[in-house]
C-alpha cells in the first residue's frame, strides 16, 4: 500500500492557477498509473486528469482540457496537477488516487484506483 498526501490547494481568483502537489511514500510509484479526481459538494467524485505508470500518456476530462496539466516526478515519486484559467466550477477537494494494476491506459474510474490520498481543497471565487 501507498500512502498519498496532496497538497497546494487554496483560494484563488477566476482565472488564476494553482499547482496541486501528490507526495507519495512508503513505496515507488513508478508502476502505477496516477490520477486525480476531485468531489464537490452534493456530487459524485469525478475524474480530473490521469499519466500513465510510463509518464508518456495522459489523459484529461473535457472539462480542464487546455487548462489543467499533469505531470510526474519519478525520481521524487511525486505527481502534479497543473490547473490554469481556473474557472468557480472547478471548486471542488481534490484528490490524487493510485491505479496499481494499471496498465498505460489511465482509467477515469474511480473504482479502478486502490490508494487514495485525503484531499486539499480547491476554492475558485468568482
Known amino acids: 500500500q501507498v500512502q498519498l498526501v496532496e497538497s497546494g490547494g487554496g483560494l484563488v481568483q477566476a482565472g488564476g492557477s494553482l499547482r496541486l502537489s501528490c507526495e507519495a511514500s512508503?513505496?515507488?510509484?513508478?508502476?502505477?498509473?496516477m490520477g486525480w479526481f476531485r468531489q464537490a459538494p452534493g456530487k459524485d467524485r469525478q475524474f480530473v486528469s490521469g499519466?500513465?505508470?510510463?509518464?508518456?500518456?495522459?489523459r484529461a476530462a473535457d472539462s480542464v482540457k487546455g487548462r489543467f496539466t499533469i505531470s510526474r516526478d519519478f525520481t521524487k515519486n511525486m505527481v502534479y496537477l497543473q490547473m490554469d484559467s481556473l474557472k468557480p466550477e472547478d471548486t471542488a477537494v481534490y484528490y490524487c488516487?493510485?491505479?496499481?494494476?494499471?496498465?498505460?491506459?489511465?482509467?477515469?474510474?474511480?473504482?479502478?484506483?486502490?490508494?487514495w490520498g485525503q484531499g486539499t481543497q480547491v476554492t475558485v471565487s468568482s
Open positions: 488516487a493510485a491505479d496499481r494494476h494499471g496498465l498505460g491506459i489511465v482509467s477515469p474510474f474511480a473504482r479502478e484506483y486502490e490508494d
Open positions: 512508503g513505496r515507488t510509484i513508478s508502476t502505477y498509473d
Open positions: 499519466i500513465a505508470r510510463t509518464g508518456g500518456s495522459t
